[in-house]
């Protein structure tokens, strides 16, 4: 008589094991492949490009080149009036945007730097699509202080070098920390951005002809990955990795002083610090999800790298972040409300019920309540569209915080008879015109460079292992260093 092979002896056990292998391989550690088929694949998704490509990127174009250089030079040739920078609102969307644009930065450099000191594991497939959200990020910020500034021709009176008249810049004025600051840390995420891009530059170089093999021929500094070069390589990430954690805290904390440091109603705080340092990585994180579903929906071979795993990772970070950022917030709200002064009681009673209490109420939805309640549940962390849409939601929710921080307090402030609400104007263009650029780099750069690192998976699939301990098979991780 016929028995089922389940039935057989040792069969059930050997089922199980069956299973429990299938059950690793979700996950990419425990789901390697050769690493020429890697390569392959991230060199088809940086080469397959559908007419829907070129649309998107010529309406980008045509954004860009209408809402932000138009719009620039017509700002430039008028003045900042028709942006709305008038009294009492002398700083407008400029500087939000900075301020955004700031904060969307500081996720690569967390993802990255943070996560590769404390060794996460999941961080290895999109580092990289993180750091150049960083680049890109501090790209929009720095061209908004130009915006800013209105007289741009004049900018070089910002460098540290005297003038005709041997005056040195002044220190004293928060324009001069905000060039500081974004300069050192473009100059040091970009380095840090180039060191892990090397060997896939080398791979792509290696895999390419004409003008691109001159490309990444140039770029990839003749590597060719012998064993004192890949020693030099990890030596010189460690050290950036180490020394831009800083960098990435005290960017946005100074950023924060330009705030804290003035007596003005609703700024004067001594929180200012870690709630700008902790908005910032929550709107980042929500970036880095938006990005990668993007990265996942739209390029070739993306779902083999970028798993549920990843998203379902981020969202928990998400979610920590979430807690921490609001522990802040009401920590800021609740010392000002205390505080018994009367311009800022006014600041207060104005949020909650003037014309932008719908922009209040909806920051606090879209950056406290939604989140937390949504992100508790792993089956919407490991939807890849839902944590998208509550990325976008956080990024909305941060970007009316940095308004209601700029141009809706100043609005309000010790002479009510000088009170204006501020009234955008041209600076939603040139608002618009940034998103649209840094849209747009992210598609050449997703065209011209691998946006996942191969090196750092394959190295992360070695270091991972299933070892059979009884009759379980345990993962395991392995220290090259």
Known sequence: MAVASKYLPGAKQAHDTHHEEEDHKQYLMFDPKPRGEMNAMVMESMHTTSWKFWVVFGILSVIVAVCFFYAWGYMIAEGLWVAGVMRPSYWGIFLVNTVFWIGISHAGTFISAILRVFKAEFRRPFTRAAELMTTFGLIQAGASIFMHMGRVWLSYWMFPLPNERQLWPNFHSPLMWDLLAITTYVLGSTMYLFLPLIPDLAMARDRSTGWRKTFYKILALGFRGTEGEWRHLITAMNFFAFAIIPVMFSVHTIVSWDFAMAMRPGWSSTVYGPYFVL????????????????????????????????????????????????????????????????????????LEEGPMAWMFFQMVAFNIIIPPLLLWSKKIRQTPWLLALIGIMINVGMYWERYIIIPVTLSINRMPFTWKLFEPRMDVFLTIGTFSMFLLFYMLASRLIPLIPVWEVQEGQMAHSLRKVGKAHVPTLSDFE
């Open 279 to 350: 908005g910032a990585l929550h709107s980042g994180m929500g970036a880095v999800a938006v990005v990668l579903f993007i990265m996942r929906t739209t390029m070739k071979h993306m779902d083999y790298f970028i798993r549920k795993e990843h998203f379902d990772a981020l969202g928990k970070l998400m979610l920590m972040v979430t807690f921490a950022y609001t522990y802040f917030f009401f920590n800021d709200y609740i010392v000002q409300w205390y505080g018994g002064d009367v311009a800022t009681d006014n600041l207060l009673h104005w």
